[in-house]
């Protein structure tokens, strides 16, 4: 089946200028991930789904950052007045279940952003 | 300090070498992940585990929960082994829900 999805594949932008990245998870996997990857750094959390609970945003760097998602399907995260220091790779993840047990997680192929 | 420290961060081995990669981790933890991204970025899961040991062809992941320690081996190791492999806690004194990353291990195997 499908795995994954992200769109755009590459993104640049302008300093200011807000954008919207987009994840579609595997069909049926109710907890969705956002992480960030800056250039020679690791891996890092953003933001959790998990089914119709509320959201875990305490990865979110600043409140230029927020995400959405409709129900158990896709998922948005948009980045206000981008700044430089937002350039990175911005990888989905989405496993069967989530929580403390949680499961094996499947990653999209990243959006790459560059803010000039 | 790190959350999760990896050793080596970078080991290059010629082909068919045994290769061992280290994962410590100071909190206590529900599963740890062994993640490996390939050149091109893209991310694949090769173990989940909670306790014990898993298998999978040549891939190897251990885990000692009392040393709070896991290591990743790959018996005879081949060029096209070579990519970043990443260790991930999941812990249930933070958040029940995110991972925590190590750096990564950049592996080079040489024919």
């Known amino acids: 089946g499908a795995g994954v999805s992200q769109s755009p594949s590459n993104k640049v932008t302008e300093k200011g200028k807000d954008v919207e990245l987009r994840c579609d998870p595997i069909s049926g996997h109710t907890a969705l991930y956002w992480y960030r990857q800056r250039l020679g750094q690791g891996l890092e959390f953003l933001i959790y789904?998990?089914?119709?609970?509320?959201?875990?945003k305490s990865g979110l760097p600043s409140d230029r950052f927020s995400a959405e998602r409709t129900g158990e399907s896709v998922s948005t995260l948009t980045i206000q007045r981008t700044q430089q220091e937002d350039s990175a790779v911005y990888l989905c993840?989405?496993?069967?279940?989530?929580?403390?047990?949680?499961?094996?997680?499947?990653f999209g192929p990243g959006t790459r952003l560059t803010v000039t | 300090k790190n959350e999760v420290e990896q050793s080596p961060q970078n080991l290059t081995a010629q082909e068919g070498e045994f290769i061992t990669i280290n994962c410590s981790y100071s909190v206590g933890i529900s599963a740890l992940h062994w993640l490996q991204q390939h050149p091109g970025g893209g991310i694949v899961s090769l173990f989940m585990?909670?306790?014990g040991k898993k298998k999978h062809g040549r891939l190897i992941a251990t885990i000692n929960i009392q040393e709070k320690h896991s290591s990743l081996h790959i018996t005879a190791s081949h060029p096209r082994d070579s990519a970043v492999y990443i260790c991930?806690?999941?812990?249930?004194?933070?958040?029940?829900?995110?991972?925590?990353f190590g750096e990564g291990t950049q592996l080079t195997v040489n024919p």
């Open positions: 993840a989405s496993s069967l279940v989530g929580g403390t047990g949680g499961a094996e997680q499947y």
């Open positions: 991930a806690v999941r812990s249930w004194e933070t958040s029940g829900s995110r991972l925590t």
């Open positions: 585990l909670s306790s």
């Open positions: 789904f998990q089914g119709n609970s509320a959201p875990d």
